[in-house]
């Protein structure tokens, strides 16, 4: 697959675009000449990812077939371990998105816009990031009919109460690591500092990844479900 063509977009020295960061914007990378802007401000940047990295990922796909979305943890933008699987998912026919945990209030706004586009959208989600979606997706419900075809949450944290589905997702698969007090590595510890959801018995399936296997273990987990199934089911038909 050749490399992806970068959007036009002005270019500034990074140094300059971190002073720009704003703390309570989320990161957002998206394909700008294939999808209408978001509504609200957003970063163009990550305090390590550089603005250059992020658009690369992206491009301009004629007949797309579908809308992936790729939602990051706390610190992701640091980490960038949903930022590496965003960079290095590669279906020809999808358009892809990243943005970091910050989201609640882009998504609240943004996702009823992204629905309007008529393509299934299949949304990836980490940690924080996995928790404020789902309040995003709470915010929508009263005002909007939500169209999600498929959401993964990986190990989702957080003290939000996940009680009540949102209507309109007709998939919904949660993969979660497993006795992570018992492998207290760093991510698992910030997991269970965050209060870790575990099982999320309102989804469709629940799977689980024991040690060696961590809460950042993106990769594995998001293997572990059935992602790329329902994805080639789209793409192929």
Same mark, same amino acid.
């Given at each position: 697959m050749p490399? *992806?063509? $970068?959007?036009?977009?002005?270019?500034? !020295?990074? *140094?300059?675009?971190?002073?720009?960061?704003? !703390?309570?914007?989320?990161?957002?990378? #998206?394909?700008?000449? /294939?999808?209408?802007?978001?509504?609200i401000p957003y970063n163009p940047c990550g305090l390590k990812i550089p #603005?250059?990295?992020?658009?690369?990922?992206?491009? =301009?796909?004629?007949n797309p077939k579908a809308i992936v979305i790729f939602i990051g943890g706390f610190c992701d933008t640091i980490m960038?371990?949903?930022?590496?699987?965003?960079?290095?998912?590669?279906?020809?026919?999808?358009?892809?998105? #990243?943005? *970091?945990?910050? $989201?609640? /209030?882009?998504?609240?706004?943004?996702l009823p816009i992204l629905m309007e586009q008529n393509l299934p959208i299949f949304v990836i989600t980490h940690s924080w990031g996995a928790s404020n979606f789902y309040k995003a997706l709470c915010d929508i419900q009263s005002s909007h009919h939500i169209s999600l075809h498929y959401l993964l949450t990986l190990d989702p944290v957080g003290f939000t109460s996940h009680t009540r589905r949102p209507n309109g997702i007709r998939l919904w698969e949660n993969v979660y690591i497993k006795n992570k007090a018992?492998?207290?590595?760093? !991510?698992?510890?910030?997991?269970?500092?965050?209060?870790?959801?575990?099982?999320?018995?309102i989804s469709d399936y629940n799977a689980f990844l024991d040690s060696p296997y961590h =809460?950042? *273990? &993106? =990769?594995?987990? &998001?293997?572990?479900?059935?992602? #790329?199934?329902?994805l080639d089911n789209i793409i192929k038909a």
């Open positions: 490399h *992806s063509q $970068s959007p036009q977009i002005q270019d500034k !020295p990074t *140094s300059r675009l971190y002073a720009y960061l704003h !703390p309570f914007s989320p990161t957002l990378f #998206y394909p700008l000449h /294939s999808l209408p802007a978001p509504t #603005y250059t990295t992020g658009f690369d990922a992206t491009k =301009h796909i004629s960038r371990a949903v930022f590496r699987e965003f960079v290095g998912f590669k279906a020809e026919s999808c358009l892809k998105i #990243y943005a *970091s945990f910050k $989201s609640r /209030s882009l998504f609240a706004l943004w018992k492998n207290l590595r760093r !991510p698992n510890i910030v997991a269970l500092i965050g209060r870790a959801w575990n099982k999320v018995t =809460h950042a *273990s &993106i =990769h594995q987990m &998001i293997q572990d479900s059935h992602f #790329y199934e329902e």
